[in-house]
């Protein structure tokens, strides 16, 4: 997305490359310049928040992941003790 940018694609790009990834329809609202004094302020911390609820989706993925895995480790080791 960050290369998205730089090439000159702009945010339209951007959002296409989103919705792809999302699997549905996404949309970058950016107030108009001058009308929004400390606007990119804002939208910077709009978003760190974005990318820190993103880490904790993918944070919780991992663990349930890994406790499912131990789980199922467990329970293959207990059926290998019992033969």
Do not use: K, N
């Not at 940018?5 to 699997?23: C, K, M, N, Q, W």
């Not at 996404?26 to 609820?53: D, K, M, N, Q």
Request: charge should be negative.
């Amino acid at each position: 997305m960050v290369g998205a940018v730089l090439g000159g694609h702009g945010l339209e790009r951007v959002a296409e490359l989103a919705g792809e990834a999302a699997g549905a329809p996404v949309a970058i609202v950016v107030p108009r310049l001058g009308v929004a004094v400390g606007a990119a302020e804002y939208l910077s911390l709009a978003a760190v928040a974005s990318l820190t609820e993103l880490a904790l989706v993918d944070a919780r993925d991992e663990v349930e992941r890994t406790v499912r895995g131990s789980f199922l480790e467990d329970l293959r080791g207990r059926r290998q003790r019992f033969r």
